[in-house]
């Protein structure tokens, strides 16, 4: 008969609680072991059990988060409006930051140019970006970005979007916070739906004016 688990889903939770408070307050070198566990009100020996270790805590917190923007991105219905896609798919990332606002730093911290494909963290996040391209590439085959690319069009987007959770999530944008989303939003998707400039093309200032 095998050995009944000491630490369960109650004690796991509550480590992943106190280390999201750590996190959130005083950054990453705030989280130990040591210090999630008495915050709890456990051992270090239920963190290991559990985690593993701190890095295995912190890889816990970072599927947490992606898992929320995963649910919130794949949740949108499609449409044959692919413009209006998009920003329901902008809104679902706001929705998913502010779900998980202390995590929200973490979640953009996994996504790094050295990260490792066979990582499942990264297939992880990587379906959140990869729901958005789909309607990007649907987009650009029915010309609605001419001269655009799938990848261009897609870290233009993300970069947006990551901008204005990052101000909403720090207060910059106060209670008028989702009208401003919808602006940037329609703003930015007008300005992709133009042809982009041929910079050989541009006549110099007139230094004169």
């Given at each position: 008969?095998?050995r009944?688990?000491?630490?369960?889903?109650q004690t796991r939770?509550?480590l992943?609680?106190?280390?999201a408070e750590?996190?959130?307050?005083?950054?990453?070198?705030a989280?130990?072991?040591?210090?999630v566990?008495?915050?709890?009100?456990t051992s270090?020996?239920?963190?290991?059990s559990?985690?593993d270790?701190k890095d295995?805590?912190?890889r816990?917190?970072?599927?947490?988060?992606?898992?929320?923007?995963?649910?919130?991105?794949e949740?949108?219905?499609?449409?044959?409006?692919?413009?209006?896609?998009i920003?329901?798919?902008?809104?679902?990332?706001?929705?998913?930051?502010?779900?998980?606002?202390?995590?929200?730093?973490?979640f953009?911290g996994?996504?790094?140019?050295?990260?490792?494909?066979?990582?499942p963290?990264?297939?992880?996040?990587?379906?959140?970006?990869e729901?958005?391209?789909?309607?990007?590439?649907?987009?650009i085959?029915d010309?609605i970005?001419?001269?655009?690319a799938?990848?261009e069009?897609g870290?233009?987007?993300f970069?947006?979007v990551?901008?204005l959770?990052?101000?909403?999530?720090?207060?910059v944008?106060?209670?008028?916070?989702?009208?401003?989303?919808?602006?940037?939003?329609g703003?930015?998707?007008?300005?992709l739906?133009?042809?982009?400039?041929d910079?050989?093309?541009?006549?110099p200032?007139?230094?004169?004016?």
């Amino acid at each position: 008969m095998g050995r009944p688990k000491e630490h369960g889903a109650q004690t796991r939770a509550a480590l992943l609680t106190a280390a999201a408070e750590l996190l959130h307050a005083e950054g990453p070198g705030a989280v130990s072991v040591r210090r999630v566990a008495a915050t709890v009100g456990t051992s270090t020996r239920a963190v290991y059990s559990l985690f593993d270790d701190k890095d295995g805590l912190l890889r816990a917190l970072s599927i947490e988060v992606a898992e929320t923007m995963r649910r919130h991105h794949e949740a949108v219905p499609g449409s044959d409006d692919p413009i209006a896609e998009i920003v329901e798919l902008a809104l679902a990332y706001r929705a998913a930051a502010l779900e998980q606002p202390k995590l929200y730093d973490l979640f953009f911290g996994t996504v790094s140019p050295g990260a490792s494909q066979a990582d499942p963290l990264f297939a992880l996040v990587y379906r959140s970006f990869e729901r958005v391209l789909r309607v990007v590439r649907r987009a650009i085959a029915d010309r609605i970005f001419p001269g655009r690319a799938e990848l261009e069009v897609g870290l233009n987007l993300f970069a947006l979007v990551h901008g204005l959770a990052s101000l909403e999530l720090r207060g910059v944008l106060g209670d008028g916070a989702e009208s401003v989303w919808r602006q940037s939003i329609g703003g930015a998707l007008i300005g992709l739906q133009q042809e982009p400039a041929d910079p050989g093309k541009q006549k110099p200032a007139d230094p004169g004016k």
